[in-house]
Nanobody, 126 residues
Framework: QVQLVESGGGLVQAGGSLRLSCAAS????????MAWFRQAPGEEREFAAG????????YYAHSVKGRFTISRDNAKNTVYLQMNSLKPEDTAVYYC???????????????????WGQGTQVTVAS
C-alpha cells in the first residue's frame, strides 16, 4: 500500500483553473495506477481521471474530458490533476487513489482501489 496526501484545492470562479497534487509515500510508486475520484454533496463518488502505472495511458470521465489533464512524475512519487475551464458542477471533494497494477491496462472501479487520500475540497463559484 501507499499513503496519499492531496493538496491544491480551493475556491475558484467559474472558468478558472486549479491544479491538484497527490504525493505518495511508500515503495514502487511506478507499480500503481492512479486516479482522481470526486464526490459532490449528496452524490455518489465518481471517477474523474486516471493514469496507468507508466503514464502512457490516461482516462477521463466524459464530463471532464478536454478540460482536465492527469499526469504523473514517478521520480517525485506525485500525480497531478490540472483542471481548466472549471464549472460550478465540478464542485466536490476530490480524492486521489492508488491501485497496484501489473500492466498499463486499468479498470477504474473505485472498489478495486486500495489506497485513498483524505480528499481536498474544490469549490467553483458561479
Amino acid at each position: 500500500q501507499v499513503q496519499l496526501v492531496e493538496s491544491g484545492g480551493g475556491l475558484v470562479q467559474a472558468g478558472g483553473s486549479l491544479r491538484l497534487s497527490c504525493a505518495a509515500s511508500g515503495r514502487a510508486f511506478n507499480n500503481y495506477a492512479m486516479a482522481w475520484f470526486r464526490q459532490a454533496p449528496g452524490e455518489e463518488r465518481e471517477f474523474a481521471a486516471g493514469i496507468s502505472r507508466s503514464g502512457g495511458n490516461t482516462y477521463y470521465a466524459h464530463s471532464v474530458k478536454g478540460r482536465f489533464t492527469i499526469s504523473r512524475d514517478n521520480a517525485k512519487n506525485t500525480v497531478y490533476l490540472q483542471m481548466n475551464s472549471l464549472k460550478p458542477e465540478d464542485t466536490a471533494v476530490y480524492y486521489c487513489a492508488a491501485k497496484f497494477s501489473y500492466s498499463d491496462y486499468v479498470i477504474f472501479d473505485p472498489d478495486t482501489f486500495g489506497s485513498w487520500g483524505q480528499g481536498t475540497q474544490v469549490t467553483v463559484a458561479s
